[in-house]
């Protein structure tokens, strides 16, 4: 039974634009009679790509409208370079999710464009026209995109894609997802190669017609697992791959979040759903789930060192990953970074560092908990009343990169975030191998057999990004305090560097890499980074 106060535990939560919940007898600004119309694009668009406009409108069975009119400028530098409609007849919406993406022909033109979305509604015989989203209180500013003169750095057997991010399978009483058709059409114009589906485990058990009931048949749970098997047959060269974000109890007994890759079967957490009136304890803790979850799945601490703010720590129960937590048997590994550099990151990165040195072979990835949000986040910032809007945690804008000789799918992805053969990157890319002594080269993720270390090693970058600057090949030694950096190339290196080095004398557990850009790039002008995974040494 739910009580009816009970979604009061959401306020403080960072919330997503789900504007037609309200608390009993309680006012909301936010809350209008229609549909929540949103206008999305990608941040950026490879080149010789048209560039998908999605226009999304969520509730319209609660509230039938008609989309009369979709049309598009396109600026830059001012000047109007492209406008037009984009509807052929009008559209009768009634459903849950409507979705409809437009095509742009910009390939003539390089660099920042700004989109203004124009979308008329009609319902109950009155039109209204809005501007990129129908939300009270938001800026309705126009989408940036850019537009990518190279594409987005990468090896041939190298494929980006975003790790955390989040479906119209999370619906609840504050935010939604993207569906997951239009989802992979904008991120392979960005230039994904894959991405995870990490829906809440509090919200996958929901009632499909409602948000407030569980459901014991798990019927969202199984719709979620035929529409990604759907999309694993139809799609070719791109993955999505099935996931979970599960809510558990951390070694002091808090909730934190763990992301399953490749989970077929569901696991229940529902501590910080505030679904059950002061209850917040999970289910299971992390060794629990971690036990439960199927053999072939990996297991990432998700946004491990993020700062959980007070009122999600006293009303929700919600903590951070504590190193106990992260030495876990079975943990595959953490996720560093959750959209960007940030305390949480430098929290992560320490904490990586540390494990690391303590002989537990622990992965990194980077992610961004996007819930669409292509172009930028749309968020409840005072709930009822306002919208907040950054860009942030924009999905793809941090990718982690897997090695795949094979045919990239659900199955390849999955098994490189498994053994690590992985990076973390927002721009350049690295690849290295260690040579060992019966000649087998060792990548990221494994081990080399060898009593020196003979490092072979590239990094790629793109005027987008900028020019190499910096390259740091790090060595950890289990049982040390620190780690030392055995080599440190600095200064422009062009778009292209590749390095041998010899440590014959070296006694190392492991070696990795970081590489930095220059900020003089067309971008955003901020230096852009790339960590790799360790090759272990023995």
């Not at 406009?53 to 492209?82: A, G, M, N």
């Not at 959750?338 to 990586?352: A, C, R």
């Not at 961004?368 to 172009?375: E, L, Q, R, T, V």
């Amino acid at each position: 039974m739910t009580h009816p106060f009970q979604e009061l535990w959401f306020l403080p939560l960072w919330l997503y634009a789900e504007i037609h919940y309200r608390f009993p007898f309680f006012f909301s600004f936010l809350s209008k009679s229609e549909p929540e119309v949103i206008a999305d694009a990608p941040h950026r668009l490879e080149p010789n790509r048209r560039l998908p406009v999605l226009i999304l409108v969520k509730d319209s069975h609660l509230y039938p409208c008609t989309l009369r009119q979709v049309s598009i400028e396109v600026r830059q530098e001012q000047c109007i370079v492209q406008r037009g409609d984009h509807l052929d007849q009008p559209i009768e919406l009634d459903q849950k999710f409507f979705w409809h993406v437009i095509h742009l022909d910009l390939s003539s033109r390089r660099g920042w464009v700004e989109l203004d979305v124009r979308m008329t509604l009609e319902r109950n015989g009155k039109s209204k026209s809005y501007h990129n989203d129908n939300y009270r209180t938001s800026t309705h500013h126009p989408l940036r995109v850019f537009l990518a003169t190279d594409p987005l750095p990468r090896f041939p057997d190298l494929h980006l894609g975003d790790p955390h991010t989040h479906s119209n399978f999370t619906d609840d009483q504050v935010e939604f997802g993207v569906p997951l058709a239009p989802a992979c059409e904008l991120a392979q114009a960005l230039g994904l190669s894959y991405f995870c589906v990490t829906d809440h485990s509090y919200d996958l058990d929901d009632h499909v017609h409602s948000y407030l009931a569980n459901d014991p048949d798990l019927a969202k749970w199984q719709t979620f697992q035929s529409e990604v098997d759907r999309l694993g047959s139809e799609l070719r060269d791109f993955a999505v791959v099935r996931g979970e974000e599960v809510s558990c109890r951390n070694s002091i007994g808090r909730n934190v979040h763990l992301l399953l890759f490749g989970q077929r079967e569901f696991i229940h957490g529902s501590g910080d759903g505030a679904e059950r009136w002061l209850r917040t304890r999970s289910e299971y803790s992390v060794p629990e789930v971690l036990q439960l979850k199927s053999g072939a799945s990996a297991a990432y601490a998700a946004h491990a060192k993020e700062p959980v703010p007070f009122l999600q720590r006293l009303l929700l129960g919600r903590g951070i990953w504590t190193d106990q937590d992260l030495g876990v048997d079975g943990m595959t590994g953490l996720q560093m970074l959750n959209g960007m550099l940030d305390e949480g990151f430098h929290e992560g990165y320490h904490s990586w560092i540390k494990q690391l040195l303590n002989g537990k072979r622990l992965l990194v990835i980077a992610g961004n908990d996007a819930h669409g949000n292509f172009n930028r986040v749309r968020q409840i910032g005072i709930p009822f009343a306002a919208i907040r809007e950054d860009i942030h945690q924009i999905f793809g804008r941090m990718r982690t990169g897997v090695f795949v000789n094979e045919t990239v799918s659900e199955e390849t992805v999955t098994k490189a975030l498994q053994s690590g053969n992985s990076i973390a990157t927002d721009g350049p890319v690295v690849r290295a191998f260690i040579g060992g002594s019966s000649g087998h080269r060792s990548g990221f993720g494994e081990s080399a057999n060898s009593s020196g270390i003979d490092l072979e090693l590239e990094v790629h970058s793109s005027s987008e990004f900028g020019e190499i600057t910096s390259i740091h090949i790090m060595i950890g030694k289990t049982g040390d305090t620190s780690e030392r950096t055995a080599f440190r190339f600095e200064g422009k290196q062009g778009f292209i560097s590749q390095k041998q080095v010899s440590l014959k004398e070296a006694t190392a557990s492991y070696v990795r890499i970081e590489a930095w850009t220059s900020e003089d790039n067309p971008f955003d002008r901020r230096p852009h980074f790339c960590f790799t995974n360790p090759i272990w040494v023995s």
